[in-house]
């Protein structure tokens, strides 16, 4: 009977990927609209202050408070109406003592002022006059120049991952090029006798292949770019082939399936035959899982997921995930959402192993509720009809119903 020897927790198993990859991130420059998700090489600095002129936060009036103190309700202050400062103009009106200018939201403020009254604050009594009927402090409703970002202002450090707030920021101050790291090439080799494209109807023992596409999927989620190289059988030559090309092409390598210890499951061999150091890693302590290899050729990693598609996807998150990101460049990868819920029932487990169950969310009198998914791991449509998965603590026997715990969304 074969065995697994050296099972690892999963963390350990990807401590061993950590230590034995070499980093080889390479900066490019592209334009900012398009960096969305990418990994900032560098450190970016502003090349201006932001916002450039002051600029009102309301829609009211420009002036010197000092002509509004005192101002109330009762005793209203009057001042002159002596023009206005347009949207998108250069400012053109300047106050004196007891004047004041229209302003708007976001645009600038006459010369000599130094806050904005808000319009609800003030009453029009003829064409050239208003009263104020509260007092305003210096700068109140006001963005002050560099009030948001200042010249030389470190903006963004280095390996952050672009969301849309940054590209917006970085629009801002005109950088409409940002240097990123190239993303993650990730070679997918699909093997197994028993498949076919999805395109083709299956005959008797065959199955259309899944996992090329959902790990597909997943490595462009990871900013990583996939690169199926097509379904292998179960021919240790073809397979090894298929490795080499892959292996030369990308920067992370993964096999779907073949990773267990029978007879029929090569991936372990081929990985051997294609360098140094090969397998490291041989089996893991989760359900599902298990038969999972870590390896590493001259410094790529190399992954031999179960062809369970369950299974591939678990591994997935908790392996070439976090791969994908170290090899981004990216400083610290992003923590998958989570939401606190009841569980609804018993999930089992056994102490030493961690077990990934699929839920269910649904909200019952107002309460967040996790309902485990069961069903043989093999099944798809278990992820598919489920919204996020809970794992049980490797040191726990099992989670019980009532329990508050943590669902990782996907
Ligand atoms: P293996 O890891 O080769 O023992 O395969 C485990 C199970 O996953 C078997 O039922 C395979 O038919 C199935 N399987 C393997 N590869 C795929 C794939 N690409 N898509 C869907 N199911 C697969
Ligand atoms: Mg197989």
Request: aromatic content about 2%; charged content about 20%.
């Given at each position: 009977m074969p065995e697994f020897f050296n099972v690892l927790p999963p963390s350990e198993a990807f401590n061993v990927v950590r230590k034995n990859v070499v980093v080889r991130a390479v900066p490019e420059t592209i334009a900012t609209d398009e960096a969305l998700g990418r990994v900032t090489a560098s450190e970016v600095l502003s090349p201006e202050v932001l916002p450039a002129f002051p600029r009102s936060t309301m829609d009211g009036y420009s002036v010197r408070a000092r002509d509004t103190f005192g101002a109330s309700e009762g005793m209203p202050a009057y001042l002159e109406v002596v023009g206005k400062v347009s949207m998108g103009k250069a400012v053109d009106v300047s106050l004196s003592t007891g004047q004041t200018a229209e302003a708007y939201t976001g645009g600038g403020l006459a010369q000599g002022a130094d806050a904005v009254v808000m319009v609800e604050h003030t009453q029009v009594v003829n064409e050239t006059t208003i009263e104020v009927t509260r007092s305003v402090a210096p700068g109140e409703n006001v963005v002050q120049v560099g009030e948001d970002v200042s010249e030389r202002d470190s903006i963004l450090p280095a390996g952050q991952i672009l969301r849309p707030q940054d590209i917006g920021g970085l629009m801002a101050l005109g950088i409409t090029e940002i240097d990123v790291f190239r993303?993650?090439?990730?070679?997918?080799?699909?093997?197994?006798?028993?498949?076919?494209?999805?395109?083709?109807?299956?005959?008797?023992?065959?199955?259309?292949?899944?996992?090329?596409?959902?790990?597909?999927?997943?490595?462009t989620q990871a900013g990583g770019i996939p690169i199926p190289q097509g379904l292998v059988a179960d021919v240790f030559e073809a397979q090894r082939e298929a490795a080499v090309a892959g292996i030369a092409e990308a920067d992370i390598l993964v096999f779907s399936a073949g990773?267990?210890?029978?007879?029929?499951?090569?991936?372990?061999?081929?990985?051997?035959?294609?360098?140094?150091?090969?397998?490291?890693?041989?089996?893991?302590?989760?359900?599902?899982?298990?038969?999972?290899?870590?390896?590493?050729?001259d410094g790529k990693p190399v992954f031999g997921l179960p062809g369970n598609p369950v299974s591939a996807m678990v591994v997935?998150?908790?392996?070439?995930?976090?791969?994908?990101?170290?090899?981004?460049?990216?400083?610290?990868?992003?923590?998958?959402?989570?939401?606190?819920?009841?569980?609804?029932?018993?999930?089992?487990?056994?102490?030493?192993?961690?077990?990934?169950?699929?839920v269910k969310l649904s909200m019952t009198d107002g309460v967040q509720q996790a309902d485990p998914v069961f069903g043989k791991s093999n099944l798809i449509y278990t992820l598919v009809r489920s919204d996020g998965m809970v794992t049980v603590p490797i040191d726990d026997g099992g989670l019980y119903a009532g329990d508050e715990v943590s669902v990782r969304l996907y």
């Open positions: 993303r993650p090439r990730v070679a997918i080799v699909s093997t197994g006798d028993e498949l076919v494209p999805p395109t083709e109807k299956p005959g008797p023992g065959i199955i259309r292949d899944i996992n090329t596409f959902t790990i597909s999927s997943l490595v990773s267990s210890v029978s007879s029929r499951d090569m991936t372990a061999d081929v990985i051997e035959m294609l360098g140094e150091p090969g397998v490291l890693v041989h089996g893991i302590s989760i359900r599902p899982g298990k038969p999972s290899i870590v390896g590493v050729i997935f998150g908790l392996l070439v995930r976090p791969t994908i990101y170290l090899l981004s460049g990216c400083a610290e990868p992003p923590r998958p959402a989570t939401i606190r819920a009841r569980l609804v029932r018993d999930i089992a487990s056994q102490t030493g192993r961690e077990d990934h169950v699929p």
